[in-house]
């Protein structure tokens, strides 16, 4: 198995630019979740979808982001317009129910 | 609420020297509790979990943890460091189903030769 897959792995953008980034989880895993870490705060959990459905998007910072899994084999993470304060590194993780979280390689985000 | 304190920021230990790193959570019911490793630039990777039964728990690498509900703890041990283990290490509770799980802040291992 391939793992969770990420894209692009480096991201470099300009304020007010929208950003998107890409998920494939494991195959046969349910659950699918967006991380955000810093070094000031850490990893934090933005939403997660179980089953492609949103469960939780209480993490999420504001209005500017916003998730979707259209199926079980794809995920984006969109943040519009995109702010300095947002520069992380952004991990995708799926699971199954019994299973610990896969976490991909990770997006870094750099925002101008 | 749920929460995750490792104590240690940072440790450095020689190599073929033992380690133990330090966990202590705090949850209201049963926890489920995780090791993760991460390397600079990479994923976290899943070292060992614990969900119930024997509270000695093998992972990955030759890495054990041990669950203490008495303690609240969770440390994470290994006999012989190699200095590939050089990473930084999070420890995390969740419930059932480990939807939301919390990590704590990560320690730092250096390993020195």
């Known amino acids: 198995d391939a793992g969770v897959i990420q894209s692009p792995r480096h991201e470099v953008t300009e304020m007010g630019q929208e950003v998107t980034l890409r998920c494939k989880p494991i195959?046969?895993?349910?659950?699918l979740f967006w991380y955000r870490q810093t070094m000031m705060r850490g990893l934090e959990l933005l939403i997660y979808?179980?089953?492609?459905?949103?469960?939780?998007d209480s993490g999420m910072p504001e209005d500017r982001f916003s998730a979707k899994m259209p199926n079980a084999s794809f995920s984006t993470l969109k943040i519009q317009p995109s702010e300095p304060r947002d520069s992380a590194v952004y991990f995708c993780?799926?699971?199954?129910?019994?299973?610990?979280?896969?976490f991909g390689p990770g997006t870094r985000l750099l925002v101008l | 609420a749920q929460s995750v304190t490792q104590p240690d920021i940072h440790i450095t230990v020689s190599e073929g020297a033992s380690l133990e790193l330090r966990c202590n959570y705090s949850?209201?019911?049963?926890?489920?509790l995780f090791w993760y490793v991460q390397s600079p630039g990479q994923g976290l990777q899943l070292l060992l979990k614990?969900?119930?039964?024997?509270?000695l728990v093998q992972g990955i690498k030759g890495f054990e943890a041990e669950f203490k509900r008495s303690q609240s703890s969770f440390n994470l041990r290994k006999p012989s460091v190699h200095w590939s283990d050089a990473a930084e290490y999070f420890c995390a509770v969740g419930n059932f189903g480990n939807e939301k799980l919390t990590f704590g802040t990560g320690t730092r291992l250096t390993i020195i030769p």
């Open positions: 614990y969900f119930s039964g024997d509270t």
């Open positions: 195959s046969g895993h349910n659950s």
């Open positions: 993780a799926s699971s199954t129910r019994d299973s610990g979280k896969y």
């Open positions: 979808f179980n089953n492609n459905v949103p469960i939780d």
């Open positions: 949850y209201g019911a049963t926890p489920y």
